[in-house]
């Protein structure tokens, strides 16, 4: 194995070579030892733990909003990774990952840091924005510019290109994670219930629609209630989770709409016409390219698989090298 792409998301890892595919997709997820730091497991193994883990273990989530959190928690999370991919190999690979647009030179040197103390053969951080555009293959290399909005977990990246080079790159702190936790609020202030982000997380993916749905469906969840103390359960509808997955939605393009004023006029023109390839996780979304299409007056397009554009961009990144 010569070369893996690791995207190391929020709340999901994906694993990609050239010639194998797709070897990971997992939760970012770990669990450790709360006495002695020792890692219990990792990845989707964590989320039966979630909302339900006694004292003597820990859930740590490594990489929020695309930051590092804990220097130890990702090296964890990393080289139980590269051990569980590469367990039969002397030689470890050359890694090829992801960072967001705008990070620091001391972010991009931690998370070096990182796959080096794995044990590495070399390690090449690439532009998280970039590498979506690239894995949406829509004219890379044509000299009229297009955009790319890759939405994921932790976050978003609004990102311009023309000839196959970057031309703006902007980060944009909201992505899925975001409407799950706007959901434990309002149920909380609404409802009077508690419930964990677990809980949340599975309401959202079961009822999410960037537009009313033409038949309310409903979920019941459990929790505590705020005022006796006591387990409750209560309803979430799908017009509950529409209104806080549209109050998030416009925020997004609102952020996208001001980074819009920093782009060239005659780039903006070939976006306009062109329009704008939406990738990351919550391009699954029912109804977000006519939601976004509508809010910003510019026409959208999911790519196929758009939680996989990163991971396959850093791999078609090895080959836009080769050719540049």
């Given at each position: 194995m010569n070369s893996v792409c690791i995207d190391l998301g929020s709340e999901n890892l994906r694993v990609y070579t050239h010639k194998k595919g797709l070897?990971?997709?997992?939760?970012?997820?770990?669990?450790?030892?709360?006495?002695?730091?020792?890692?219990?497991?990792?990845?989707?193994?964590?989320?039966?733990?979630?909302?339900?883990?006694?004292?003597?273990?820990?859930?740590?989530?490594?990489?929020?909003?695309?930051?590092?959190?804990?220097?130890?928690?990702?090296?964890l999370l990393v080289n139980e990774v590269i051990n569980t991919i590469c367990k039969k190999s002397i030689l470890l690979p050359k890694i090829r990952a992801n960072i967001k647009s705008e990070c620091t030179e001391l972010q991009k040197l931690t998370l070096i840091d990182i796959f080096n103390e794995v044990g590495a053969r070399s390690v090449e951080l690439i532009d998280e924005g970039f590498a979506a555009a690239m894995g949406a293959n829509a004219g890379f290399y044509e000299r009229k510019a297009f955009a790319v909005i890759n939405m994921g977990a932790g976050k978003s990246e609004f990102a311009v290109l023309s000839g196959g080079q970057k031309v703006n790159s902007f980060n944009i702190e909201i992505g899925g994670n975001l409407i799950t936790e706007r959901i434990v609020e309002y149920v909380k202030d609404v409802k009077n219930c508690l419930i964990g982000f677990n809980t949340a997380e599975k309401a959202k993916l079961t009822l999410i629609s960037a537009t009313p749905k033409n038949v309310e469906v409903a979920v019941t969840v459990s929790g505590i209630n705020t005022e006796t103390k006591l387990p409750m359960v209560t309803e979430l509808s799908s017009s509950d989770i529409f209104l806080l997955v549209s109050t998030t939605l416009n925020t997004l393009c609102d952020e996208i709409s001001k980074n819009f004023s920093l782009v060239e006029p005659e780039l903006c023109s070939d976006i306009y016409m062109r329009g704008i390839a939406l990738t990351g996780g919550m391009a699954n979304i029912d109804g977000i390219s006519r939601f976004i299409s509508s809010r910003l007056g510019v026409d959208t397009n999911i790519i196929p698989n758009p939680e996989l554009a990163v991971v396959k961009g850093l791999d078609r990144s090895i080959n836009h090298e080769r050719i540049g």
């Open positions: 070897l990971l997709d997992t939760s970012s997820l770990i669990a450790k030892d709360t006495a002695t730091g020792k890692l219990i497991a990792f990845g989707s193994d964590v989320l039966s733990y979630l909302d339900k883990n006694p004292s003597s273990i820990t859930i740590s989530k490594p990489i929020v909003t695309g930051n590092i959190v804990s220097y130890d928690d990702c090296f």
